[in-house]
């Protein structure tokens, strides 16, 4: 079992940066491939990153490529999503995912954190 808590979301002006942040508990955590998805107000769920177990193979969805990054770090459990040039985000929540090596699926959802991005 693991738990998701998300953190760092909040108010940004267009053209700003936010970094996200993402705490998992228990001990396997270097065991699950990690990721982020969004859902902005009356939209459909949609995936923004994900980076495996290694830490290696870091990949974006189409519309935040070159803008966002993701990062882990194993020995402290968590993840990150940095993100710059918030000019055409949706104002959205983001949710930390946790998938088994192999998964196609997320198998963990945390809570989710808001980003509203002001014009």
């Known amino acids: 079992q693991v738990q998701l808590v998300e953190s760092g979301g909040g108010l940004v002006q267009a053209g700003g940066s936010l970094r996200l942040s993402c705490a998992a508990s228990g001990r396997t955590f270097s065991t699950y491939n990690m990721g982020w998805f969004r859902q902005a107000p009356g939209k459909e769920r949609e995936f923004v990153a994900a980076?495996?177990?290694?830490?290696?193979?870091?990949y974006y969805a189409d519309s935040v490529k070159g803008r966002f990054t993701i990062s882990r770090h194993n020995a402290k459990n968590t993840v990150h999503l940095q993100m710059n040039s918030l000019n055409a985000e949706p104002t959205a929540v983001y949710y930390c995912?946790?998938?088994?090596?192999?998964?196609?699926?997320?198998?963990?959802w945390g809570q989710g954190t808001q980003v509203t991005v002001s014009s």
């Open positions: 980076i495996s177990w290694s830490g290696e193979s870091p």
């Open positions: 995912v946790a998938a088994f090596i192999g998964s196609s699926t997320a198998n963990y």
